[in-house]
């Protein structure tokens, strides 16, 4: 994936650089994440259930699966969490998890839905096994769907992207997104730190072409 010049710099030093920039960085998560009975999938209870997703289907693929909540989930729980093959580019099914890598997703949690106005979170949880979880946000109720802002993970989406079916906005990546709402997602904590260091290189490529 092409994003133009960027500097390369250690992924730690982004939110330092950025809070220099003016841009406040909250060092804790939105809401804490917590397991819903242990830390193991195998001792965790399931809160979701896949149904027929008519609205969201993949182009070319027809009807898709979408998760939905099972029970009232509360804020913090973890709804899934998955591991992968590490991948250089992005597909169908992964997730971007640093600055040059991709985590290809065998599991449920591939079928989330994107939404601008999400139930859930994604958070990178780097070196694991299982490096992605996805977290509530606030409390879900029964039969709501599960969902995350996928331009909070994606600098760029392949294929150029999508169009959002509930807004009919397109969801392109964070490189796309308007300046307020970049600062506003940061300010919510949700924002994984590759995305921060792609975000600031590209902020330093643009004034390094100013000059």
């Not at 920039?21 to 809401?31: C, Q």
């Not at 890598?101 to 449920?108: F, R």
């Not at 769907?145 to 600098?155: K, N, Q, R």
Request: glycine share 10%; hydrophobic share 40%.
């Amino acid at each position: 994936m092409q994003v133009g010049w960027r500097r390369r710099l250690p992924v730690l030093a982004a939110p330092t650089v950025l809070r220099r920039r003016g841009l406040a960085v909250l060092a804790a998560p939105a809401v804490e994440a917590r397991w819903s009975v242990g830390p193991r999938p195998e001792l965790r209870e399931r809160v979701h259930r896949l149904v027929a997703d008519t609205g969201h289907g993949a182009p070319g693929l027809g009807e898709g699966l979408k998760p939905v909540a099972l029970r009232c989930i509360e804020a913090g729980e973890i709804v899934f969490q998955e591991g992968g093959e590490y991948v250089s580019s992005p597909g169908l099914h992964t997730i971007q998890v640093g600055v040059d890598v991709h985590l290809h997703m065998p599991g449920e949690a591939r079928y989330t839905a994107h939404s601008f106005s999400p139930t859930c979170y994604c958070r990178i949880v780097e070196p694991s096994a299982h490096p992605i979880d996805i977290v509530a946000l606030r409390r879900i109720g029964v039969g709501q769907e599960i969902s995350f802002d996928y331009t909070t993970v994606e600098w760029e989406l392949a294929g150029g992207g999508f169009v959002d079916a509930a807004t009919g906005r397109w969801c392109r990546g964070f490189k796309h997104r308007m300046e307020e709402e970049k600062r506003v997602l940061l300010a919510s904590s949700v924002l994984p730190r590759h995305i921060m260091a792609l975000w600031l290189a590209d902020m330093l490529g643009k004034d390094r072409e100013r000059n």
